[in-house]
């Protein structure tokens, strides 16, 4: 397996993103961090380059000229995303992007123009929980019958009470553009798990949005989405919800089975039978994939969590990219681009059209 060298654009200290994509990309030793534009404040980017033993650099023209980064990794906040994607395409580097990839559908589309023969992905990084990667083993297996209902949350207090160690929100959280923040922020991952999951696209959407805190902003949604079979699914992302942290939760109802998961109990899946039997599995248990060696870092029972789900996530990220480097192309299921991120912002702005009318509206 080959290692790869990394740089940075944003995720210095201080950032929400930047440790975690730092640790994770290095824990199974698949990454290596070479480089740099850690912060547009020198001091951050310098200090940021010490701590993690890489080279600061002022720009990224700078950086670009100076070491050659096998990919390139974009942890800026999410307005900046759209230049920062573009300018490294055209350069012909292939590009790792926290979520959400841009902020809009026409730059989505935009970026259709320069991706051909590119490598781009986003890191949606919950799916990289071994009892999600499980649930859909699962379902693919046949386990649960036909789906007929998804439900989706992921209610935070940050809104009515700021997490301490941070200065949050960021200014730029603070505007919300075609797409709400929100939607960005939280409901990418709402739409990644939904389609990851059961790899259902929904026809029709209808949304409620609303503004429960001091900020000028929507901060509470709910999104009701109905699919060509007539099943449903629904999300609601929240950060006006007080005693949430983080309340993400996946339900999946089929006609012989149903799942439960809880991203703060990521180590558990409840399974409910059409017999009336229920079922607790984790790592430990004889599963499908979730107790394969490469998510068995400690054995079960010393729990593994988020960065341990994000470092999967870039192992499966550092093949793809070998594969697209000796191929042209890449194929791995747990790994996605530009056009599931381009389906996830047509649900969000056709959503805040459903909320405007209020009606059902189909999705494009």
């Known amino acids: 397996m080959k290692k790869f060298k990394l740089c940075f654009i944003g995720g210095g200290v201080g950032s929400i993103a930047g440790n975690p994509h730092y640790i994770a990309a290095r824990m199974d030793n698949r990454f290596e961090l070479i480089g740099g534009v850690f912060s547009s404040k020198s001091e951050i980017s310098q200090i940021t380059g010490e701590l993690r033993d890489a080279v600061p650099f002022s720009d990224s023209e700078e950086m670009l ?5 096998d990919a390139v990794v974009i942890l800026t906040p999410t307005p900046m995303h759209y230049d920062n994607i573009s300018m490294l ?20 589309e935009s970026l259709r123009n320069l991706i051909d023969d590119k490598f781009l992905v986003v890191t949606n990084n919950y799916s990289g929980y071994p009892m ?6 699962r379902i693919e297996r046949g386990d649960f019958g036909d789906i007929i209902n998804i439900r989706l949350q992921m209610p935070q207090e940050t809104f009515m009470r700021p997490p301490k160690n941070i200065k949050y929100p960021q200014p730029w959280r603070l505007s919300d553009g075609l797409i709400p923040m929100i939607c960005l922020d939280l409901g990418v991952h ?7 999951l059961t790899s259902k696209k929904p ?16 901060d509470d ?5 109905e ?4 099943s449903k699914a629904s999300m609601w992302m929240s950060k006006a919800a007080l005693g949430y942290r983080n309340g993400m939760a996946v339900e999946v109802f089929g006609t012989k089975c149903s799942a439960l998961w809880v991203q703060m109990n990521p180590e558990v899946l409840n399974l409910s039978y059409f017999d009336g039997s229920k079922n607790i599995i984790d790592r430990g248990c004889e599963c499908l994939v979730a107790n394969d060696a490469r998510y068995a870092r400690m054995t079960s029972g010393h729990p593994s969590g988020f960065i341990e789900a994000f470092a999967n996530l870039y192992y499966d990220i550092a093949d793809s990219l070998e594969e697209f480097l000796e191929t042209g192309s890449y194929n791995n299921p747990y790994v996605f681009g530009l056009e599931h991120a381009l389906e996830g912002l047509n649900i969000f702005e056709t959503a805040g059209n459903a909320h405007n009318a209020p ?6």
């Open 65 to 69: 000229d100076k070491v050659k980064p």
């Open 89 to 108: 395409l055209q350069k012909d580097i292939p590009v790792i992007c926290e979520k959400p990839l841009v902020a809009s559908v026409e730059e989505g």
């Open 132 to 137: 999600l990667r499980e649930l859909k083993a």
């Open 190 to 196: 709402l739409h990644h798990l939904m389609f990851f």
């Open 203 to 218: 026809k029709k959407v209808m949304a409620e949005f609303n503004s429960f805190s001091k900020y000028d902003v929507i």
């Open 221 to 225: 949604v709910n999104i009701w989405l």
């Open 227 to 230: 699919f060509d079979d007539s």
């Open 359 to 364: 009606n059902w509206l189909d999705l494009k």
